[in-house]
């Protein structure tokens, strides 16, 4: 069955550092996803992203957030200047095409900023 | 703004029980999508089920059922006879149909389900 994929796992980084987690989307899916989970708390859309570009975005993604799809497989989330508060699961996601079609999820990136 | 309340923060039963997890949306639009994800304890997000706002029909998956009652604007999840592998998170979510290219999910808090031998 086609998955989602997510790297790293896990990341221990330290404040003001740069991180890019990477996913890894279905591959005939057109629209992705970032969500974030900060530990014992619900799942928060950050940003989606349709035809190479950002559809919509939460408060959260502020400016030390981008997203970029480099190549027809990879689809990327840059922290700028990593902040403790950025600490938390981090979830790609896909969808295929239109109307409410189910969002997969990957398996998370674990980020820990210290 | 849309609003999904998973009123049960935890809840444990005994394995073979039957449990019911609640799902209580907020929505203005006529047409949405209604979810239900398992987080297991290693982390990642299980799809369960979608449901679209036209279709009230319950449904039954081997031991999982779901109850959508648009009157109530509930989207109750049970599971049957639950064994200790359905020790999870579970967050019920809601996405709109803005008629755009997103299609963003709203989650619920999430009732942790412990299921004990």
């Known amino acids: 069955e086609p998955e989602v994929t997510q790297t790293p796992s896990h990341q221990v980084t330290q404040m003001g550092q740069e991180v890019i987690l990477r996913c890894v989307p279905i591959s005939n899916h057109l629209y992705f996803y970032w969500y974030r989970q900060i530990l014992g708390q619900k799942v928060e859309f950050l940003v989606s992203f349709y035809n190479n570009e950002i559809s919509e975005k939460s408060e959260i993604f502020d400016d030390q957030f981008s997203v970029e799809r480099p190549d027809g497989s990879n689809f990327t989330l840059k922290i700028r200047s990593t902040k403790l508060e950025d600490s938390a699961m981090y979830f790609c996601a896909s969808s295929g095409t239109l109307s409410g079609n189910t969002i997969y999820f990957g398996e998370g990136s674990w980020l820990t900023v210290v | 703004a849309q609003k999904v309340t998973q009123a049960q923060t935890e809840i444990s039963v005994v394995e073979k029980e039957d449990v019911t997890l609640d799902c209580v949306y907020e929505t203005r639009d006529t047409t949405y999508y209604l979810f239900w994800y398992k987080q297991p304890p290693s982390g990642e997000l299980v799809f369960l089920i979608r449901?679209?706002?036209?279709?009230?029909q319950n449904e039954i998956s081997g031991r999982y059922s779901w109850n959508f009652q648009k009157s109530t604007s509930s989207f109750n999840f049970t599971i049957t006879a639950s064994q200790v592998v359905d020790s999870a998170v579970y967050f019920c979510a809601l996405s709109e149909d803005s008629g755009g290219s997103n299609y963003k999910l709203t989650f619920g808090k999430g009732t942790l389900l412990t299921v004990n031998p």
């Open positions: 449901r679209n706002s036209f279709d009230e």
